[in-house]
């Protein structure tokens, strides 16, 4: 990017932090009007975020690991933004209903000198309020809610699921990203919690790392001690494949990856890239596939037809995919029926409000229908992980860390 460019989006992004902040003060001026105080640190705070984001803007690299002053910068920017566009939206509401009542006074000839009315100041007491919910929520998200692991148990039943495999558990965790850990505590307490569920089987899909296999080196020991009697299986995410920093060379990229392919290795993970395993019970089996990543408007390494090669064709079958739409586009009408996806990637953009039975709501339900939790199409199973760390924004609003726990019952 040149420095004209870099100058140009700088500028307008400043713009809207202005046009963003100014609007918000209206609630700040009008509720303490007899108070300097709070109306300076309003100023004083937003000002620091602008200083802030010109310096995000002009030290940003994706060479640079997401736990420096960029993820806090970022921390600091969305806590800056969220509660202001509360603000925004309940003064914004004021102001319609403002010009509405001026306008018929307007046209009834009272006081055409006072056009607008004042403010209410309840008004701006009501958005200030309930700016403060996000804003105490960004800061829990930061400090407690970005480890907040939760375990999530699910049943799912299956005509066609060998009678050995009746009741098999199988724990799933997805996006790592142990480049953006820096609590060695309560990644060791997650990892406990994974093996306290005690599941025939273990399986990760994808995003280890955020770019680099170097980001895994402190935590491959903790990760050593998962344990599971049937196994540990893991594939690739989008992030694993270095695609977002400038290496200095193809063999430098190339290089990476043959790391992090050992580093699977060293924790205990068969890395599945478009292949598939058969696990055993008895005398009967299930298949295991694993594709690479496979992603609508991301790459697209992913081959389900060379990752079922050399199975029957109405074996039962368990996929790894780290992206759910793959899903939609590709699983789900698959030649060969595959009974069970098991997906992650979204994060859940690690913000939304899920309260079970009332409602489940994310922004990033805009961009993946199927973004948390299980789902069926046409008597195929999806089921799509929160993920267990975080990215960039180095917290967890509502969506909180996920270990996933599905047992298997034959119907």
Same mark, same amino acid.
């Given at each position: 990017?040149?420095s004209?460019?870099l100058?140009?989006?700088?500028a307008i *992004?400043?713009a809207? $932090? @202005?046009?963003?902040?100014?609007?918000?003060?209206?609630?700040?001026k009008t509720?303490f +009007?007899?108070?300097?105080?709070? +109306?300076m640190?309003y100023w004083?705070?937003?000002g620091?975020?602008?200083?802030?984001?010109v310096?995000?803007?002009l030290?940003?690299?994706?060479?640079?690991?997401p736990?420096?002053? *960029?993820?806090? $910068?970022?921390?600091?920017?969305?806590?800056?933004?969220?509660?202001? $566009?509360?603000?925004?939206?309940?003064?914004?509401?004021?102001d319609i209903?403002?010009?509405?009542?001026?306008?018929?006074?307007? *046209?009834?000839?009272?006081?055409?000198d006072?056009?607008?009315?004042?403010?209410?100041?309840?008004?701006s007491?009501?958005a200030?309020?309930?700016?403060?919910?996000p804003?105490?929520?960004?800061?829990?998200?930061?400090?407690?809610g +970005? &480890?907040?692991y939760?375990?999530?148990?699910?049943?799912?039943?299956?005509?066609?699921l060998?009678?050995?495999f009746d009741?098999?558990?199988?724990?799933?965790i997805?996006?790592?990203?142990?480049?953006?850990?820096?609590n060695p505590?309560k990644?060791?307490y997650g990892i406990?919690l994974?093996?306290?569920?005690q599941?025939?089987?273990?399986?990760f899909?994808?995003d280890?790392?955020n770019?680099?296999?170097?980001?895994m080196?402190?935590?491959?020991?903790?990760f050593?001690q998962? !344990?599971?009697?049937m196994?540990?299986?893991?594939?690739?995410?989008?992030h694993?494949?270095?695609d &977002?920093?400038?290496?200095?060379?193809g063999a430098? !990229?190339?290089?990476?990856?043959?790391? $992090?392919?050992? @580093?699977h290795? +060293?924790?205990?993970?068969?890395?599945?890239?478009?292949?598939?395993v058969?696990?055993?019970?008895g005398?009967?089996?299930?298949?295991?596939?694993?594709?690479e990543?496979?992603?609508?408007?991301f790459?697209q390494?992913?081959?389900?037809?060379?990752?079922?090669?050399?199975?029957?064709?109405?074996?039962f079958k368990i996929l790894?995919?780290?992206?759910?739409?793959?899903?939609?586009y590709?699983? %789900?009408n698959f030649?060969?029926?595959?009974?069970?996806?098991l997906?992650?990637?979204t994060?859940?953009?690690?913000?939304?409000?899920?309260?079970?039975g009332?409602? !489940?709501?994310?922004?990033?339900?805009?961009r993946?229908p199927?973004?948390?939790?299980? &789902?069926?199409?046409?008597?195929?199973?999806? &089921?799509v992980?929160?993920?267990?760390?975080?990215?960039a924004?180095p917290?967890? @609003?509502?969506?909180?860390?996920?270990?996933?726990?599905?047992?298997?019952? %034959?119907?």
């Open positions: 990017m040149n004209i460019t100058f140009i989006r700088i *992004f400043l809207v $932090l @202005v046009l963003i902040d100014l609007y918000a003060y209206q609630a700040f509720t +009007r007899a108070s300097s105080f709070f +109306r640190a004083i705070f937003s620091a975020v602008m200083i802030g984001v310096y995000a803007f030290t940003f690299s994706r060479d640079t690991p736990q420096t002053s *960029f993820s806090f $910068l970022m921390a600091l920017m969305i806590l800056s933004i969220v509660p202001k $566009l509360i603000i925004l939206t309940v003064m914004l509401s004021e209903w403002r010009v509405g009542e001026g306008t018929l006074k307007l *046209f009834a000839k009272e006081k055409p006072e056009f607008l009315p004042d403010r209410r100041k309840f008004v007491q009501t200030l309020v309930l700016s403060a919910i804003f105490i929520g960004i800061i829990h998200g930061v400090l407690i +970005r &480890y907040r939760r375990v999530i148990n699910k049943t799912l039943t299956f005509d066609d060998p009678e050995e009741g098999l558990t199988i724990t799933q997805s996006d790592v990203h142990s480049g953006s850990f820096d505590e990644i060791q406990d994974i093996n306290e569920q599941s025939d089987l273990i399986l899909t994808g280890l790392v770019n680099r296999a170097e980001e080196e402190p935590w491959i020991d903790v050593s998962l !344990k599971a009697p196994g540990k299986y893991s594939i690739l995410g989008n694993d494949y270095g &977002y920093v400038n290496w200095s060379s430098a !990229k190339q290089e990476n990856m043959e790391k $992090l392919y050992q @580093v290795e +060293r924790i205990g993970f068969g890395l599945l890239r478009n292949e598939n058969q696990l055993k019970k005398n009967s089996t299930i298949d295991l596939v694993g594709v990543n496979w992603g609508n408007g790459v390494h992913g081959d389900l037809k060379k990752a079922v090669s050399g199975l029957a064709h109405d074996s790894m995919s780290h992206d759910p739409s793959h899903f939609d590709e699983v %789900k030649a060969q029926k595959v009974h069970l996806t997906s992650g990637h994060h859940g953009m690690q913000f939304g409000i899920e309260i079970p009332f409602i !489940k709501w994310s922004p990033v339900k805009y993946y199927k973004w948390a939790g299980l &789902y069926e199409d046409l008597g195929r199973y999806l &089921y992980n929160r993920g267990f760390g975080f990215l924004f917290g967890r @609003v509502g969506i909180w860390p996920e270990i996933t726990v599905l047992t298997l019952k %034959k119907g």
